[in-house]
């Protein structure tokens, strides 16, 4: 089967990731402002205003589009920032915003009617009435899905919504449904929704202990490693835990989603974009991984079978799954 | 002087045994001093078979003895069968229906619904969208701080806003099944293992701590939330539901000790140790309700109840 080509929608933290992005092959770079309106807050990432003028600049010289997430919830009182960066953004120029706030997503259609709205995966619209009620209300155009559902729903969702969907294909994966997980608020007070962390370096400890390296998020202990093994990260889902006697790796194991081997299903199920995860990511990963996906969504679209990509190294833990697209995995 | 307070008892998210949540329901109706009780199935559609043959007795006798009822969608809807017992729900005009997916709050526009905890509801902007379209009650998420329920107090106009005050804090939702996963099943050959656990089943750090509760594809805190020394700041913000979640403790004296609080009836500092006596299964958390860790309870001396 052939096809017109998957619309390839890469992350950029930096302006240098996003010329990376750019030059690798992407479609569509994504970015947010610097500061708690997008779900990947961290520090030393993201955009000021100038950068972002500078950024569209030179992806729309070379025919990329821009899209700009503003898709953390606007605090109650306080929804300047959250108004601020969707004005600035439309008035700039990004060719679509990525929104989740049902608040904000009111605000864009109606003072920014001309600007393509899409739906963030945060918004967690998992069916067609949600979808279509998105659509309705705020003429929403794409909807990001969330990492819940099969290829086989995907398919079956597609033809029953008046909008296009993009799906995530690589990189870090939530195992919980995104937008509705408040698990890190509860170990670190700092919210993804509302803050745009989860399991954030402030709060994360490492503390040998008798052989052993123990990772902590807030008190809590995520993870532990015996000496002279790499201790990973401690983002909470994908810590080890113990339940019935057992410990193990409860939620998740410290995995990437990698979906390039279903890429001409994702196609046949009638997905517009794929989605790259990792903004907080640095520009050589960039510039690997987006080539990689180049090369895979153009073989996919002449029908020819998806070469390997050939980036086991870039993944966490160095293993990959393609995480809820297949059923087992639920 | 605010209007009078309702209390108000959450679906129960375990999977109980359907003669047990039964039972439940029957003991709820004639004895506890509870206003509103949300019955169905909120977390996982594989169990909602099980109790759908009692609802109409356990609503009629809820109905009987005073109190709302209120249907609740499921939080997390994936397939056609599942958006089917949504829309079942929704066209059956004389029911009552709270909507925890954005989903049920569509095909609920028009006529007076409830939004639930699993909707997400932050600012004033989302609030007012959410009751032009029909909502007359919100339950607002569990990670609120004091200073976003005070906002969202004044911008609620007509509507009701709920807040829950008792049990464990529903923190994270998913497609795959934790408790199958735990013991090497997949969902769909799941065993309903989840029964096996009435409050969840505990997941605790690899050094011991109480940390996490599983309840099949739903995460849930091991502190239980409890914010009966804030109840009167509550209702202050204009807050006048408070939400009890049905945990495997006597519920009916749980309720009758925040009825008793928020009647002003009883000393909140006996009350509090009535309830600590109650309630063994884990240690009380206050934190989302401060501004910090959900996991944490801030003590009474560092704070004014009064504001």
């Known amino acids: 089967m052939s096809g017109t080509p998957l619309e390839l929608v890469c992350p950029a933290g930096t302006p240098g990731a996003l010329r990376a992005a750019v030059d690798a092959g992407a479609d569509v770079v994504y970015l947010g402002f610097r500061d708690e309106t997008n779900a990947r807050n961290f520090p030393g990432l993201n955009f000021s205003r100038p950068e972002l003028r500078d950024g569209l600049a030179y992806a729309h010289e070379r025919g990329c589009r821009i899209y700009v997430a503003v898709n953390t919830?606007?605090?109650?009182?306080?929804?300047?920032?959250?108004?601020?960066?969707?004005?600035?953004?439309?008035?700039?120029?990004?060719?679509?915003?990525?929104?989740?706030?049902?608040?904000?997503?009111?605000?864009?259609?109606?003072?920014?009617?001309?600007?393509?709205?899409?739906?963030?995966?945060?918004?967690?619209?998992?069916?067609?009435?949600?979808?279509?009620y998105y659509h309705e209300a705020f003429g929403v155009q794409r909807v990001v899905l969330p990492r819940v559902l099969t290829v086989t729903e995907i398919a079956r969702l597609n033809v029953q919504i008046p909008v296009e969907t993009e799906v995530f294909a690589f990189g870090g994966m939530c195992v919980m449904a995104e937008g509705r997980c408040t698990l890190s608020a509860y170990a670190t007070g700092r919210s993804p929704n509302m803050n745009g962390v989860c399991s954030p370096a402030s709060h994360v400890r490492y503390e040998q202990l008798g052989g052993r390296m123990v990772s902590r998020l807030g008190r809590f202990t995520i993870n532990e490693f015996p000496d002279g093994e790499p201790a990973g990260y401690p983002t909470l889902c994908k810590g080890r835990f113990v339940a019935g006697g057992c410990a193990g790796y409860l939620f998740e194991e410290p995995t990437?989603?990698?979906?390039?081997?279903?890429?001409?299903?994702?196609?046949?199920?009638?997905?517009?974009?794929?989605?790259?995860?990792?903004?907080?990511?640095?520009?050589?990963?960039?510039?690997?991984?987006?080539?990689?996906?180049?090369?895979?969504?153009?073989?996919?679209?002449?029908?020819?079978?998806?070469?390997?990509?050939?980036?086991?190294?870039?993944?966490?833990?160095?293993?990959?799954?393609?995480?809820?697209?297949?059923?087992?995995?639920? | 002087m605010s209007p009078a307070a309702k209390l108000t008892l959450g679906p129960v998210l375990y999977n109980w045994p359907a003669e047990v949540k039964r039972d439940?329901?029957?003991?709820?109706?004639?004895?506890?001093?509870?206003?509103?009780?949300?019955?169905?199935?909120?977390?996982?559609?594989?169990?909602?078979?099980?109790?759908?043959?009692?609802?109409?007795?356990?609503?009629?006798?809820?109905?009987?003895?005073?109190?709302?009822?209120?249907?609740?969608?499921?939080?997390?809807?994936?397939?056609?069968r599942e958006m089917e017992t949504v829309r079942a729900l929704a066209a059956a005009p004389d029911m009552r229906v709270e909507a925890n997916d954005i989903s049920g709050a569509a095909l609920l526009a028009g006529r007076p619904h409830?939004?639930?905890?699993?909707?997400?509801?932050?600012?004033?902007?989302?609030?007012?969208?959410?009751?032009?379209?029909?909502?007359?009650?919100?339950?607002?998420?569990?990670?609120?701080?004091?200073g976003s329920l005070e906002v969202l107090g004044r911008a609620a106009g007509n509507a009701e806003l709920e807040v829950q005050v008792f049990g464990r804090l529903p923190l994270a939702l998913s497609a795959r099944c934790y408790h199958a996963r735990a013991h090497d099943l997949h969902k769909d050959g799941c065993r309903y293992v989840c029964e096996e656990d009435p409050d969840g089943m505990a997941l605790e750090t690899l050094e011991g701590d109480g940390f996490l509760a599983v309840n099949g594809t739903q995460t849930l805190s091991h502190t239980l939330c409890s914010l009966l020394r804030e109840l009167e700041k509550l209702r202050d913000l204009g807050i006048g539901c408070f939400r009890l979640w049905p945990q495997s403790v006597d519920m009916v004296a749980v309720a009758g000790i925040f009825q008793g609080v928020l009647d002003g009836r009883d000393d909140?500092?006996?009350?509090?140790?009535?309830?600590r006596e109650l309630v063994d299964i884990a240690p009380f958390s206050n934190g989302f309700y401060h501004g910090r860790e959900g996991a944490d309870l801030v003590a009474a001396e560092t704070f004014s109840p009064a504001g």
């Open chain 1, 256 to 330: 990437s989603l990698d979906a390039s081997t279903v890429l001409p299903e994702l196609m046949a199920a009638g997905v517009r974009a794929l989605k790259i995860e990792g903004r907080q990511r640095g520009r050589a990963y960039i510039a690997e991984v987006v080539a990689a996906f180049r090369r895979a969504v153009d073989a996919a679209a002449r029908g020819d079978p998806v070469p390997p990509l050939g980036l086991g190294g870039m993944t966490e833990g160095l293993r990959e799954t393609t995480g809820a697209y297949t059923k087992t995995w639920r």
């Open chain 1, 73 to 132: 919830f606007a605090a109650a009182g306080n929804p300047g920032p959250w108004h601020r960066a969707v004005d600035d953004a439309a008035e700039l120029g990004a060719d679509a915003l990525i929104l989740a706030d049902i608040g904000l997503l009111d605000y864009a259609r109606r003072r920014h009617p001309e600007t393509r709205r899409h739906l963030s995966v945060q918004a967690s619209a998992s069916n067609p009435t949600a979808i279509a």
């Open chain 2, 24 to 80: 439940f329901y029957f003991r709820i109706a004639d004895e506890a001093a509870i206003d509103v009780v949300y019955l169905g199935e909120v977390v996982c559609s594989k169990r909602s078979s099980f109790f759908e043959p009692y609802v109409p007795e356990v609503s009629e006798r809820l109905a009987r003895a005073g109190k709302e009822v209120v249907h609740s969608t499921l939080a997390l809807i994936m397939n056609e």
């Open chain 2, 114 to 146: 409830v939004i639930g905890p699993f909707v997400n509801v932050y600012n004033e902007g989302t609030l007012e969208v959410l009751v032009r379209g029909g909502a007359d009650r919100v339950v607002l998420p569990c990670e609120l701080p004091v």
């Open chain 2, 268 to 275: 909140l500092a006996e009350a509090e140790a009535r309830l």
